[in-house]
């Protein structure tokens, strides 16, 4: 199963990068040959290490709130780069830099890696390390809370909701 | 006017790019510099990929940049955090400025 998913991965992305092909053209057929191998041996190279739980890739409510997700992500991450970009340019450089530990509820390893990658693409956080029971430690350049119930409403109250109902 | 559009969000990328530069010659540690070279960095380049993807439209290229700004934005943060990880654990101390360090005390209770 696992396996069969990457499998189909690996050949979709294979005609997205060999795009302009048409049914009948030139190195139509060579093109799919070329791709099933190689689409064939990455999948058994690497399916054992591809997801855990294959069956969610095809649940459709997981790519409706994706979809719902992309905006927001989209917009902290415009919000971020001001962010930076005030602070890199100020002359006094207003930061205030510390590493906190936040706690994340989130438990499957794809959706604490989107959350991570999340926060660090968004306002003036980066992940550091991650530890077994879902402690998060954070880069922060501008801490406003050492405590831990507080800063993880902050930084990870914005994603985990929709994470959620993404990844779990 | 795609090309007009593409072309005014490639030099807002490019101008991301520059800044994200700027920001890892002025701050002050490794930390504060991974966030100026991660956020505007991958923000640029992905600006660059769709001003690319609006020039060219839905072609060979295309199609490409819209596969680069994929793993761009997949590969990007996981180095950020490879870096910053690794340079905590190597020992590298935040600024004498900063306000607190839990992952220092961590570190310390575990040994």
């Known amino acids: ?168 | 006017m795609a090309d007009t559009v593409g072309i005014v969000v490639i030099t807002v990328g490019i101008a991301f790019d520059l800044f994200g530069c700027v920001g890892l010659v002025r701050f002050p540690d490794i930390y504060n510099r991974l966030q100026a070279a991660t956020k505007c960095v991958t923000l640029g380049t992905c600006f660059i990929l769709l001003g690319v993807l609006l020039v060219s439209g839905i072609s060979s290229t295309g199609v490409k940049a819209i596969l680069c700004l994929i793993f761009i934005l997949l590969t990007s943060p996981t180095a950020a955090h490879a870096l910053a990880r690794g340079a905590h654990l190597f020992g590298l101390k935040l600024w004498e400025q900063s306000v607190c360090d839990k992952y220092e005390e961590e570190k310390r209770e575990r040994r």
Not at chain 1, 37 to 43: E, F, H, P
Not at chain 1, 57 to 77: A, D, G, H, Q
Not at chain 1, 87 to 96: A, C, D, E, S, T
Not at chain 1, 133 to 146: A, D, F, P, T
Request: proline fraction near 5%; charge should be positive.
């Open chain 1, 1 to 168: 199963m696992r396996k069969l998913s990457l499998f189909v991965l690996s050949f979709i992305v294979w005609f997205l990068l060999a795009w302009p092909f048409r049914p009948g053209g030139g190195l139509y057929w060579q093109n799919i040959a070329v791709g099933g191998a190689v689409a064939l041996l990455v999948a058994f190279l690497f399916g054992e290490v591809f997801t855990e739980r294959p069956h969610r890739i095809f649940r459709i409510t997981s790519y409706f709130w994706l979809l719902c997700y992309i905006p927001i992500f989209f917009y902290y991450m415009v919000i971020a780069n001001f962010d930076v970009l005030y602070r890199l340019l100020h002359p006094k450089m207003p930061i205030n830099p510390g590493i906190v530990k936040v706690k994340t509820s989130l438990k499957s390893k794809s959706g604490i890696t989107a959350l991570c990658n999340s926060i660090t693409l968004t306002p003036g956080t980066l992940t550091v390390d991650l530890d077994d029971e879902g402690y998060l430690y954070i880069h922060w350049i501008n801490v406003r809370s050492q405590d831990v119930e507080e800063a993880s409403k902050i930084i990870v109250g914005r994603f985990e909701k929709i994470l959620k109902k993404i990844f779990e």
